[in-house]
């Protein structure tokens, strides 16, 4: 027999799923009913697992091209979960430092597995079976991950993502479109030899364009940088985060690929055609980009070296994650 104790706390729950269901006019019973007959949960459905798994589909016969696959998507939920964080941050109605803080670690750690992660691309794929099957997928390049491109937008001012050899004429009241259109990205996907849009960056605007517009009004004044600067720029512990952040996201990130493109691409003519005929030889290096969420942060002479004390700095985040 049930304890007393155990019925009123039943009784009390009950009451409280009839007041939550009354005041939405609806029966509580009929919902009850519903329960009986629900199944129970299990993990499997849960995850949407059977989908999950069924989501890799080659254009080859290349074994290593579910790696390829399967890694890119992994990649692209970490960029999921990273977002997450940032728009707790930029919509907590009553931001503390401690709260900031909480959520700017969740980001480092994910970009941390990020970078850690690349070996699966670098060293985990045959190269003579990378050459080959990636030229199945042209024009589809890694460039077109729009999810990276909105942690850009969330984390700083668009007039800090402009190209580095523009940004000096473009400040941060500039119109939001042009500043679009002047992003350091963009050079990236050009063809070498005309200079013009390939059609991976054509299809990539076509698409993702007015999301990027409407994602960079929202954050205008509610991205990280201005969350940052508006409230806790005298916070030394928020400081030292949002510069491993910065580092994570703009030195170590593209370095990682960098180091994969070296490994699989080289500088054969033949192979950048793998790319989609993205410039990756001027576009992945930091030093060329010299993008900075958080340029007050850094000295004048870490902002002319940007980049370059990087691998320093990823021997001692290597030897940290041993």
Request: charged share 25%; hydrophobic share 40%.
């Amino acid at each position: 027999m049930d304890s007393p104790t155990l019925d009123q706390d039943l009784h009390d729950k009950l009451n409280k799923l009839r007041q939550k269901y009354d005041v939405m006019g609806q029966d509580l019973s009929s919902y009850l009913d519903g329960l009986l007959h629900a199944d129970y949960l299990t993990y499997w459905d849960y995850i949407h697992l059977d989908t999950l798994l069924s989501l890799q589909t080659p254009k080859t016969q290349f074994p290593d091209e579910k790696i390829f696959i399967i890694y890119h998507q992994i990649t692209e939920l970490y960029f999921k979960l990273i977002l997450l964080e940032i728009e707790q941050i930029a919509t907590h109605k009553e931001l503390t430092l401690a709260f900031f803080i909480a959520r700017v670690d969740r980001v480092i750690r994910y970009f941390e597995q990020l970078v850690s992660s690349f070996s699966v691309m670098v060293d985990g794929m045959e190269k003579d079976q990378f050459l080959k099957f990636r030229m199945a997928l042209l024009p589809a390049s890694g460039f077109q991950s729009a999810q990276y491109r909105y942690i850009e937008i969330c984390s700083t001012d668009l007039a800090n993502l402009v190209s580095y050899d523009m940004r000096s004429s473009v400040d941060e009241v500039y119109n939001l479109h042009d500043q679009l259109d002047k992003l350091y990205w963009r050079q990236g996907a050009t063809e070498l030899a005309t200079q013009k849009k390939t059609l991976t960056l054509r299809q990539f605007e076509q698409k993702y364009t007015n999301d990027f517009l409407a994602l960079a009004n929202k954050y205008k004044e509610i991205n990280l940088r201005k969350s940052y600067l508006n409230q806790f720029s005298q916070s030394g512990e928020l400081t030292d985060r949002l510069k491993r952040f910065d580092l994570l996201a703009n030195v170590f990130w593209p370095l990682a690929h960098l180091r994969s493109a070296g490994h699989y691409l080289q500088k054969s003519p033949e192979h950048i055609k793998a790319t989609g005929g993205t410039n990756w030889q001027k576009y992945l290096p930091p030093k060329f980009r010299r993008v900075m969420f958080f340029p007050e942060l850094w000295t004048e002479q870490e902002k002319t070296e940007w980049g370059k004390p990087a691998i320093e700095d990823m021997v001692t985040f290597k030897s940290a994650k041993q």
